[in-house]
Each structure stands twice: as structure tokens, then as C-alpha cells.
């Protein structure tokens, strides 16, 4: 099967050659000497319209956590509800434009963490830095250009040049490494800016080809094949006849718990209860593009006030568009190609079971092991490597499975859970073996759900989801007419610039944070110079990293990741929102604020670990909410606390902000108005996917 043609190649090649350098060609007039060298390299110097703003915010959000996290979650049984992430992002953009924007701009400050230093103190600044850096770098970045590698050289199998075969993801990670970091460390955030306009208008009109093509590809597919995908009883006469959109609506709109094209959960849901969207979700929603330095270096490097609010509302309308792109085309890979995600999910299990447990491996059914084809050959490479490796893992893993692997491998998940008994020594539910489905996946998952420090567990997942995207690219667009080749290189600069402005904020944080604290005569020159350094320090290690975490192994550490944002996030928010909003707050609340909210979130998540059958009941309870609830009750803990000292110890006189004389304060009207129609669109589409 051809994956991609010559004029694919050459269409990518060219565009992505075109627009990095434009970006380079409109930062020629950065300087990094004299007295503005590092607002010119770090901020753009200050000088970004509002349409620079608002693509450049676009284009640094949308990467692989939306073309392949996201549109996996719709694919698997969240559906709509994940836009949720998208649409309650325009009302938090319309309120970072009028609540934080105004005074961050107002101080002329080139860092989040640098407001904390002057309403509070230099620890919250560099506690804040710290935990930035450490979040950038060792997380996102190396993640960010694994996942992005994946998707591209998955589309460009069998395209060899040479000694180069683009289809091999090391190769990938390092050439979308070094493209970012090369236009990052010549032309700092003009650069990022000027790709970013043509990188965030790429990815909305490909993202669009995709939705047009997975519809039409709906409406003639055959009946019979969809309706085994619907997630309500439907039959193929139902839908026989149907245009694309009554066929999608009817297949997704009802079953499950709330079905597919609903966006509101049940309280019990893990990811997204209806909990989460009252006060959860804001929390992570106000961290991310009001606190996030990444996202928000965009606005400070806004020309004026006006500027940066009606960029920062712009992106807040396109934030509506995104779910129509990115989330319902992986509704509908589900629907249309099922078949393949089932095979890309034997490959996974395949890896992981060949590596973890080769002998249980060898004692499964053809059915669990890749097909003989072209795109499984570096599958096949990776499960020969495993089998003939002697070498044991560090800890005997176990295996859970849902109903729907149970009852696709029914003879397999019965010797998987077998092996899970033996393995623990403890006897398994002979009825459950013998029923099969969802009783064997109930006894099985009640067998692992606490294994002991010698066990480590892995999902064996039925679907793998999160090649929702992929597969519709490589399914979908023709080959040979350079369509899928602008599509490609359209996802190409959506990863490109989220890991350039990645780079690029934590080169300034590192920088300004940091090493001009440690380096106080330094001139704009040298701190210029080291930014550069920290951007080629940031992206060697990122590239080093990512290859290997195609390995298993990094799943649950970055599921853990994720919930990281916990530690930090609401304590962060609290003290902002009372550094911005309540003047006679003391300068010590931001280290409270910062100190406090770890540990109360450690304790509300890991209590039943540490305390065992001694934990309390609301401990208990609290530490199987879904992780935005237990963010909630620390922001709301927090807040109380940060309160009550307020009115036990209030300032005299409220603490006086550096002014930026050179900046333009004054607020858009015209901007006001438009947020207002944001946020009026916003509720109608709750409405209309209640």
C-alpha cells in the first residue's frame, strides 16, 4: 500500500521550508545588543497585533495532545464531552483578556513567575520557575516531539532517501526537534509569531479537509458496518438512505451512560464529571492560558493593551472551531474505522506483552500478534527484538482488560487472567472464566486492583484510540495530488510550534528567572546569548528522551504526569488571583498559598496508601474523586485560607506594581463586545450538545 507520493514529499518539504522562513526573514530586525536586546529576543519586542497574537496562541496550543489525545478520547466513549476543554477555554481566554492581561502588561514584566517577586516575594518567584522548567522540559517537550513524530512517520512508511527513512520515528523526533529549535534560537518569539500566523491557519483548514472527507466517507459507507459501531441499538435500515449527518447523529446521539455527542457526564465519571465543569475544570483552564508562560508570552509581547485583548478574544473564537475539527473526526474514525483501530491496538499489546511477559506472549492466539504487512514492520522488529532479549523486567506484570477485549478475544483474556492468578498466588472465579465478557473483566480487574510492590499492572486495551487521527489521514486523503502532503505539514507546524514556544518560554524563564538573578550585570547581549544556549541545552534533552517513549513503560508515568498539575495548579491560581484582585493581601499568602496546596492534595490523593483501612471516611471518599474535584477542594481550601489571613493581618497600604511607561493600557471596547458574543456562542453550543 502506498502511504505517500513524491508530490506529497515535495508539497511538505516546500511549505514547511517556505513558512520557517518567512518567520526567520520577519525577525531579521531583532536586535540583541543594546538596551532592548532581550524584549526584542524574549518578547518580540513588544510588538505583536492583535492577528499575531491570536494564530500564535492558536498555533501554540493545538498540537498532538488535541490531534491524537483528544480525538482519541471522542473515538473511545468520551465524545463531545472532551470539547469541553476547548469551549470552557474561549470563556477563560475572554476573562485572561480583562482580568490578567491589563495588569500583567501594565508591569512590564517578561515572566509570570516575575509578578510573583513583586507582589509577593523572590521564593514564590522561584519556586514557580523551578516548577515550570521542570514541568516544561521534562515533560512536554520530550512528549510533545515523540507524539508529533508519530503521526507524521506514520503517513510517510516506505519514503527512503538515501540513508534517510522518513518513516523511522527517531529520525522524525530529530528533524522536528531541530526545525523548531533552529528558528526558535535565531529569531526568538517574532519568529514563533510569524510561523504560528500561517502554522494556526495550516492546521484549521487541513483539520477541516479531514472532517469533509470523514463525513463523505460516512455517508457511503455500508450500513451494516456502521451500525456494529453505534453506541445505541440501531439497525442498518435506520440509517440506510441517511445523509452523513443524520447517520452520525443517529449512530453517537443516544446509548451508553450519556452517549457520544453529549457533553455532560455523571458525577462518577473518572475524566470529565459534571462536577468538573462547575468549578474543576476552571482551574486548569485559568492555568493554562492565564499562568502558563508558554501560552501567555504571546501577550506580553502584545504592542499595546488594545492589541493584546482583541488577539487573546480572536483565539477565544477560534477556540470554538476546534472541536468541529479535531474532536469530531475522531468520533467518526470510530465509527468508519474500527476494524483498523483494533488492529493498531493488537500491535500495542503485542509490544507490551512480548517485552513484559514473553512466555505468556507465545501462549496467545494469532489474534493478538500484527498482521505480515508493510506499516507492522517495525512492530514486528520491536517483538523479535523482546522475545530474543534475555533480559527480565524489573518487576512480573499483570494485565487488565475491559468487557469489549473480552469479548473480542474471549479464549485469550481467559489464559491472561489465569496467568494473573498464578502469578499472585490467588484463585480466580471459575464462573467468571467461564462466562466470559463482563464478568471475567470484573473478577479479573478485583484479582490486580492491589498487587503489592512486586507487581506492576498495564491495560490491555480492545481500540487504540489515540490513532484515531492518524488512521483517518492515512485512510482518507488521496495520495499523489500533494493534498495529503499540505495536511501533513499543516500537523508538521502544529507541532513545531507548540515545541518552539515550549523552547522559547523556558529559555526566558531560565533566563530571566534565573540566571539574571544569579547574573545581575549582565548585559542584554549576554542574556540573549543565554537564552540561545538554554534553547539548544532544552532540546538536546528533549530529543534524547523522546524515541524511548514509545516504550510501554512511559504510559502510566504520563498518566501520573497529568495529574500533576495538581500539586501546583490551584494553589498558583489562588495566589494570583488574590496578587491581582485582592490589593491588601500580606506578601506572605504567596508563599502559604504555594506551600500548602502540595500537601493538601497529597494527602487527598494518596491517604488510602499511606493510612490503609485507618483512613477516614471522607478521605477515603475524596481520593476516588476525579482528579479536577480534588483540584477544586485544594483551590477552594486554599482561597479560605488565604482569606482568613488576609482579614487577620491585611496591609496598610497595598504593594505598588512596576509601571511599563512605554506601554499603551488602554482597554478595546471593541474587544469587550466581541468577547461578550464569544461567550454567548459558547453557551449555545453547550445547549445544543447538552
Same mark, same amino acid.
Given at each position: 500500500m502506498e502511504y505517500i507520493s513524491a508530490i506529497d514529499i515535495v508539497v511538505f518539504i516546500v511549505l514547511a521550508i517556505f513558512v520557517i522562513g518567512l518567520g526567520l526573514i520577519a525577525s531579521?530586525? #531583532?536586535?540583541?545588543h543594546g538596551e532592548k536586546g532581550a524584549q526584542d529576543y524574549f518578547l518580540a519586542g513588544r510588538g505583536l497585533t492583535w492577528w499575531l497574537v491570536g494564530f500564535s496562541l492558536i498555533a501554540a496550543n493545538i498540537s498532538t495532545e488535541q490531534f491524537v489525545g483528544m480525538s482519541g478520547k471522542a473515538a473511545a466513549w468520551l465524545g463531545m464531552a472532551i470539547a469541553s476543554y476547548e469551549w470552557m477555554a474561549a470563556i477563560t481566554l475572554v476573562l485572561v483578556a480583562f482580568v490578567f492581561l491589563p495588569t500583567f502588561l501594565k508591569s512590564g514584566i517578561y515572566t509570570i513567575p516575575e509578578f510573583l517577586e513583586y507582589r509577593y516575594n523572590t521564593f514564590a518567584r522561584t519556586v514557580m520557575a523551578i516548577a515550570t522548567l521542570i514541568i516544561l522540559v521534562g515533560v512536554p517537550t520530550a512528549s510533545v516531539i515523540f507524539s508529533g513524530a508519530k503521526v507524521i512517520t506514520g503517513n510517510f512508511q516506505g519514503a527512503v532517501l538515501g540513508p534517510l527513512d522518513f518513516g523511522n520515528i527517531t529520525l522524525g523526533c530529530w528533524i522536528i526537534g531541530s526545525v523548531a529549535a533552529v528558528y526558535v534560537f535565531t529569531g526568538g518569539l517574532k519568529a514563533c509569531a510569524w510561523t504560528d500566523l500561517l502554522w494556526g491557519s495550516g492546521l484549521i483548514i487541513g483539520g477541516t479537509i479531514i472532517a469533509y472527507y470523514a463525513f463523505h466517507a460516512l455517508a457511503g459507507a455500508s450500513p451494516e458496518a456502521l451500525v456494529a459501531t453505534a453506541t445505541h441499538n440501531v439497525s442498518p435500515e435506520d440509517i440506510r438512505g441517511s445523509g452523513a449527518w443524520s447517520r452520525f447523529m443517529q449512530l453517537n446521539s443516544g446509548g451508553l451512560p450519556e452517549g457520544k455527542l453529549h457533553m455532560v457526564r455523571g458525577? #462518577? +465519571?473518572? #475524566?470529565?464529571p459534571w462536577t468538573a465543569l462547575v468549578v474543576g475544570l476552571w482551574i486548569p483552564n485559568f492555568f493554562y492560558w492565564g499562568l502558563n508562560q508558554y501560552i501567555t508570552q504571546r501577550t506580553l509581547g502584545s504592542r499595546s493593551l488594545r492589541e493584546g485583548q482583541k488577539g487573546v478574544v480572536f483565539a477565544a473564537f477560534l477556540k470554538l472551531i476546534i472541536p468541529f475539527v479535531v474532536v469530531m473526526p475522531g468520533i467518526l474514525a470510530f465509527n468508519l474505522y474500527s476494524g483498523d483501530l483494533k488492529d493498531d491496538a493488537v500491535n500495542r499489546n503485542a509490544t507490551v506483552l512480548s517485552d513484559y511477559s514473553p512466555e505468556l506472549y507465545a501462549s496467545l492466539s494469532d489474534s493478538m500478534k500484527p498482521a505480515n504487512e508493510p506499516r507492522n514492520k517495525q512492530i514486528i522488529e520491536v517483538i523479535e527484538k523482546n522475545l530474543a532479549d534475555t533480559t527480565a523486567a524489573d518487576k512480573t506484570y499483570l494485565y487488565k482488560f475491559e468487557q469489549d477485549f473480552a469479548e473480542q478475544h474471549p479464549e485469550d483474556a481467559a489464559r491472561i487472567a489465569t496467568y494473573n492468578a498464578k502469578?499472585?498466588?490467588?484463585? %480466580? +472465579?471459575?464462573a467468571a472464566l467461564s462466562a466470559g465478557g463482563q464478568d471475567l473483566a470484573d473478577a479479573n480487574e478485583k484479582l490486580i486492583k492491589d498487587p503489592g510492590e512486586r507487581f506492576a499492572t498495564e491495560t490491555l486495551p480492545a481500540y487504540d484510540h489515540d490513532n484515531a487521527f492518524p488512521t483517518l489521514i492515512r485512510k482518507l486523503l488521496p495520495v499523489g495530488i500533494g493534498l495529503k502532503g499540505f495536511v501533513l505539514v499543516a500537523i508538521f507546524g502544529a507541532v513545531?510550534?507548540? %515545541?518552539?514556544? &515550549? %523552547?522559547?518560554?523556558?529559555?526566558?524563564?531560565?533566563? &530571566? +528567572?534565573?540566571?539574571?538573578k544569579l547574573r545581575k550585570d549582565a548585559s542584554q547581549y549576554e542574556l540573549v546569548t543565554a537564552g540561545r544556549v538554554f534553547v539548544v541545552i532544552f532540546v538536546l534533552i528533549a530529543m534524547i528522551i523522546a524515541p524511548f517513549l514509545g516504550h510501554p513503560a512511559f504510559g502510566g508515568i504520563f498518566t501520573f504526569i497529568q495529574e500533576f498539575q495538581g500539586f501546583i495548579s490551584p494553589g498558583i491560581l489562588a495566589i494570583f488571583l488574590f496578587g491581582l484582585l485582592v490589593h491588601r493581601a500580606p506578601r506572605y499568602v504567596g508563599t502559604v498559598g504555594l506551600l500548602l496546596n502540595p500537601v493538601l492534595y497529597a494527602l487527598f490523593k494518596f491517604s488510602p496508601a499511606i493510612l490503609g483501612s485507618a483512613n477516614p471516611g471522607f478521605l477515603a471518599t475524596v481520593a476516588k474523586w476525579s482528579f479536577l474535584d480534588r483540584?477544586?477542594?485544594?483551590?477552594?481550601i486554599v482561597v479560605a485560607t488565604l482569606t482568613a489571613l488576609t482579614v487577620i493581618s491585611p496591609l496598610?497600604?497595598?504593594? #505598588?506594581?512596576?509601571?511599563n511607561p512605554e506601554m499603551d493600557i488602554t482597554p478595546s471596547k471593541g474587544a469587550m463586545a466581541f468577547g461578550g458574543v464569544v461567550c454567548a456562542l459558547?453557551?449555545? %453550543?453547550?445547549? &445544543?450538545?447538552?
Open positions: 531579521r530586525g #531583532e536586535k540583541t458525577a #462518577e +465519571d473518572k #475524566e470529565l502469578q499472585l498466588g490467588a484463585e %480466580l +472465579d471459575a513545531v510550534s507548540s %515545541l518552539a514556544s &515550549m %523552547l522559547n518560554s523556558a529559555s526566558t524563564i531560565a533566563t &530571566m +528567572d534565573i540566571y539574571r483540584m477544586a477542594l485544594c483551590f477552594g496598610k497600604k497595598p504593594v #505598588e506594581l512596576p509601571v459558547t453557551v449555545v %453550543l453547550y445547549i &445544543m450538545f447538552w
